[in-house]
């Protein structure tokens, strides 16, 4: 029995990677744009199960409105008010499924409204953030830190991470077509086997580049980025 090539087995490889690629709508043809599916993130919450029942009751749990991009998880149907020190913002949304740390995800524009000097930082990464208060239809709870403005990321598997050329916590740029074209810099690359390959900014960067949802943007590597 004979075996195979190096180069063979090269073929072998490139095929299963694109096909895994092709699974999450991307094509890759030499000479042509590498792109990216995009989710524009509203303003959300992320709860943990004990700030559920503070805020909607005992024994409540989410129910889900509907699927989002990353697998496993959701939008709820449930949905908060927030009151910062200039305003408040109601029918927030909630997204499942439940966390460790509560987690208020703002765009700038929220923050702006809401008084609220919070940092870009990525999820999860909460230390020294300001805290906000959050109503529900039970019961409210002031958070001593956990507002956010998200960082603009994009999720990838480790197949889309090779094929792609890039490695998780990279930063990148992104081209964006159309009649507010430009790069989107700063955008980080995170890495895991269950991610689905998809860029999430918030709905001020959106507003900006001209994006809507569902929309597919360019990855720019180093080596590919214009002269300042």
């Known amino acids: 029995m004979s075996h195979p090539t190096r180069a063979e087995l090269v073929q072998d490889v490139?095929?299963?990677?694109?096909?895994?690629?092709?699974?999450?709508?991307?094509?890759?043809?030499?000479?042509?744009?590498?792109?990216?599916?995009?989710?524009?993130?509203?303003?959300?919450?992320?709860?943990?199960?004990?700030?559920?029942?503070?805020?909607?009751?005992?024994?409540?749990?989410?129910?889900?409105y509907k699927d989002i991009s990353q697998p496993g998880q959701f939008a709820a149907n449930e949905q908060v008010m927030l009151i910062g020190p200039?305003?408040?913002?109601?029918?927030?949304?909630?997204?499942?499924?439940?966390?460790?740390?509560?987690?208020?995800?703002?765009?700038?524009?929220?923050?702006?409204?809401?008084?609220?000097?919070?940092?870009i930082r990525s999820s999860g990464d909460l230390e020294g953030t300001p805290g906000i208060s959050i109503v529900g239809p039970r019961g409210s709870l002031r958070l001593n830190q956990g507002c956010i403005i998200a960082d603009r990321h994009i999720h990838m598997t480790p197949a889309d991470a090779a094929a792609f050329g890039v490695a998780d916590g990279q930063a990148v740029r992104v081209r964006i077509q159309g009649s507010r074209s430009g790069i989107m810099d700063q955008v980080k690359i995170r890495v895991r086997d269950d991610f689905a390959l998809d860029m999430h900014i918030d709905t001020d960067d959106a507003n900006a580049f001209g994006i809507r949802h569902g929309d597919q943007v360019e990855l720019v590597l180093e080596e590919e980025r214009p002269e300042p």
């Open 86 to 119: 200039a305003g408040t913002i109601d029918r927030v949304r909630i997204l499942g499924p439940y966390r460790k740390q509560t987690q208020v995800e703002l765009s700038p524009s929220d923050a702006r409204k809401l008084g609220i000097d919070a940092p």
């Open 14 to 64: 490139a095929k299963l990677v694109l096909e895994e690629l092709a699974r999450h709508g991307v094509s890759i043809v030499p000479g042509r744009p590498r792109r990216v599916p995009v989710g524009v993130t509203a303003r959300h919450v992320h709860l943990t199960a004990e700030h559920m029942e503070v805020l909607f009751g005992p024994g409540r749990q989410l129910t889900k």
